[in-house]
């Protein structure tokens, strides 16, 4: 059944009390979205909303006194019926209070998908492991939601608009070109997760008056940045529309407020970072850019960045452009679209050092576990890979 007369705009599943021995006393819980690819090892989140596997306490009471909910979080399978266990959305009762919208739970799961793929090609450019996902289709929310008060399944996308209500008939299915349920997400270790959420917090809990909309729009643009370039069976131009967004999504986060951005202000930008090796913080290569064709000495960071814009205009621009434009090192297998992740986190940290003025890396706890993955190693290893 479709109509256009229903309340789409917020999804609110039936509420129950959790019980005493749940993490969050006397707070009423509903479950938003699915992330069907993608797997939980603990709860993360905050008395607001929070990211849990499907057996979760919290789950498990909504199930009690909902078969739409039980229907719709048990009845995920991948495309050869066998079994898969969800992520689960879910935000607390008194979230309605400061949460407007979807916007908060988008941005919330923006950086939970952003700081696990950064983490990911550390880890696999310091030592070749693939132990967090690369992309975040990973991340994606189901294109199904539960109803008002968790009845029917509304299905809503540009496409189509739609209501069902036979729960006996759902089958969930995670995306087949994903490896389903590869990953578990687990917060241990990841202080950039940790960091950014605190931003989260003084915008949507505190309601900070700091102007945070770059960031966001940001993580918004790096994520499509990460999405898997497979739109036409990923060709090299699937690779180079990705090398694009990156761009995009670092000259949004360093934009200068009153003026245009442009390479040279990116550049000048990503030389904020400290590095404390100095292989990676003295200034060996020479680049040039501009009308006038200027050249400046830069360091390893603000190089890959000059190849990663190159490589961009090449393919955006209806230059001639060829598989050997991605690579990097085929020796090391790293091709031009790794930069963007490690690129990006740099430039994280110079946008928060400008919008805190107190360094990124001086968190007491923050990086102090992170150093044998941190960026680093990583760039370390593809500066030596050649």
């Not at 917090?201 to 505190?206: D, S």
């Not at 990676?280 to 000495?297: E, M, P």
């Not at 190849?307 to 020796?331: C, M, P, Q």
Request: a positive charge; proline letters at 5%; hydrophobic letters at 35%.
């Amino acid at each position: 059944m479709v109509g256009n007369t229903l309340d789409f705009t917020l999804i609110i599943v039936y509420l129950v009390e959790i019980n005493k021995y749940l993490p969050y006393t006397n707070i009423m819980w509903n479950l938003a979205y699915i992330l069907p690819n993608i797997q939980m090892g603990m709860s993360i989140g905050n008395e607001y909303v929070a990211f849990v596997p499907d057996s979760d306490e919290r789950i498990n009471l909504i199930i009690e006194h909902n078969h739409f909910v039980k229907a719709f979080v048990k009845g995920f399978t991948d495309q050869f019926r066998r079994p898969i266990c969800p992520t689960c959305l879910i935000i607390s009762d008194k979230a309605y209070k400061k949460l407007n919208g979807t916007d908060a739970l988008l941005s919330y799961r923006n950086i939970l998908a952003i700081s696990n793929i950064i983490k990911g090609y550390e880890i696999a450019l310091e030592c070749g492991r693939n132990t967090h996902p690369k992309f975040s289709d990973y991340f994606d929310f189901y294109p199904i939601e539960l109803g008002k008060n968790g009845q029917g399944f509304i299905t809503k996308s540009p496409s189509v608009l739609g209501l069902d209500d036979e729960p006996e008939k759902f089958r969930g299915q995670s995306t087949p070109g994903l490896a389903a349920n590869m990953y578990t997400i687990t917060e241990d270790h990841n202080p950039l997760f940790q960091k950014l959420t605190k931003i989260w917090n003084e915008t949507y809990i505190n309601r900070s008056k700091k102007s945070t909309l770059p960031f966001y729009r940001s993580l918004e643009m790096a994520y499509q940045a990460s999405t898997m370039p497979y739109e036409n069976r990923s060709t090299i131009y699937d690779y180079g529309t990705k090398l694009s967004l990156w761009v995009s999504s670092i000259e949004i986060l360093l934009h200068p407020k009153n003026e245009k951005v442009r390479l040279s202000t990116v550049i000048e930008s990503l030389g904020k970072y400290h590095f404390a090796l100095p292989e990676l913080r003295n200034k060996y290569y020479r680049v040039r850019y501009g009308k006038n064709k200027k050249t400046v000495s830069v360091n390893f960071s603000q190089k890959l960045y000059k190849i990663l814009y190159d490589t961009r205009n090449k393919f955006l621009h209806g230059e001639v452009a060829s598989i050997k434009d991605l690579i990097y090192s085929k020796k090391k297998k790293i091709i031009v679209n790794h930069f963007g992740p490690i690129l990006y986190k740099i430039a994280l940290s110079v946008y928060l050092d400008d919008l805190y003025e107190i360094p990124f890396e001086e968190e007491p706890t923050s990086w102090s576990d992170y150093d044998k993955f941190n960026i680093n190693q990583a760039l370390l290893n593809i500066k030596r890979s050649k």
